[in-house]
T-cell receptor, first 111, second 114 residues
Framework: DAKTTQPTSMDCAEGRAANLPCNHS???????VYWYRQIHSQGPQYIIH???NNETNEMASLIITEDRKSSTLILPHATLRDTAVYYC????????????FGAGTTVTVRA | SQTIHQWPATLVQPVGSPLSLECTVE??????LYWYRQAAGRGLQLLFY??????ISSEVPQNLSASRPQDRQFILSSKKLLLSDSGFYLC?????????????FGSGTQLSVL
C-alpha cells in the first residue's frame, strides 16, 4: 500500500472548519483513501473514504485532488470533541483488508 | 447491529507471566478479525489477522501468538511476557467478503508489563 505524509499536529478554533491535509504521491489507481481518528485511549473510528470523487457524510468531507496525489479531510464545524489523532491511509481493496496506521495528525480544537 | 467486545480494559502483568486477551464480535458471521498494538505515543501496528476459523496470519515476528477457535472469537496470547510487550492492544473486525469498507475497533486493552 502507498505511504502517506501528514503534518504532525495542528490547532483549530472551535466552531471553525478544520482542514487536514494528506499527501499520497505514490498512490496507484486501485487504492482508496481512508480517514480514521483516535480519541485518547479509545479505538480508532472510521470517518470517511473515497477513490477519486469527493465524498461527504455526517462527520466530514473528503476532497481528493484530480491527480489523486493528495487529499484534504474537512471537519466543517470543529468541536472540542473532535480533538484526536487523525490517520490518513491508502489501501487496495483487498478482501483481507490489512491497514497500516502511521503517526497521523494530532488535532487540538481550542475554545 | 454488530458489536465488538474486548476485555479486560486494563491489565498489569509481571515479566515472564502468560497473557490471554479475548475479543468477540456479535451480530455478524465470518468476519475478518485483527489484533493491533499501539506503543505509547506511536501509531498502530498490525500484529495478526484472520479470515476464518483456524486461519491466522502474522505480520511481525514477536513474543505473541493468536488463535481463532470460533468464528467470532479472536484470542491474543503469550507464554512469557516481556517488558516490550507493554502497550495498548486493539481488536478489530471487518465484514468478510468484498463489502469490507470499514474497520471497526474494540475499546482496547492497556497492558502494562512490570
Amino acid at each position: 500500500d502507498a505511504k502517506t505524509t501528514q503534518p504532525t499536529s495542528m490547532d483549530c478554533a472551535e466552531g471553525r472548519a478544520a482542514n487536514l491535509p494528506c499527501n499520497h504521491s505514490t498512490i496507484s489507481g486501485n487504492e482508496y483513501v481512508y480517514w480514521y481518528r483516535q480519541i485518547h485511549s479509545q479505538g480508532p473510528q472510521y470517518i470517511i473514504h473515497g477513490l477519486k470523487n469527493n465524498e461527504t457524510n455526517e462527520m466530514a468531507s473528503l476532497i481528493i485532488t484530480e491527480d489523486r496525489k493528495s487529499s484534504t479531510l474537512i471537519l466543517p464545524h470543529a468541536t472540542l470533541r473532535d480533538t484526536a489523532v487523525y490517520y490518513c491511509i491508502v489501501r487496495t481493496y483487498y478482501n483481507d483488508y490489512k491497514l497500516s496506521f502511521g503517526a497521523g495528525t494530532t488535532v487540538t480544537v481550542r475554545a | 447491529s454488530q458489536t465488538i467486545h474486548q476485555w479486560p480494559a486494563t491489565l498489569v502483568q509481571p515479566v515472564g507471566s502468560p497473557l490471554s486477551l479475548e475479543c468477540t464480535v456479535e451480530g455478524t458471521s465470518n468476519p475478518n478479525l485483527y489484533w493491533y498494538r499501539q506503543a505509547a505515543g506511536r501509531g498502530l501496528q498490525l500484529l495478526f489477522y484472520s479470515v476464518g476459523i483456524g486461519q491466522i496470519s502474522s505480520e511481525v515476528p514477536q513474543n505473541l501468538s493468536a488463535s481463532r477457535p470460533q468464528d467470532r472469537q479472536f484470542i491474543l496470547s503469550s507464554k512469557k511476557l516481556l517488558l516490550s510487550d507493554s502497550g495498548f492492544y486493539l481488536c478489530a473486525w471487518t465484514p468478510g467478503g468484498t463489502t469490507n469498507e470499514k474497520l471497526f475497533f474494540g475499546s482496547g486493552t492497556q497492558l502494562s508489563v512490570l
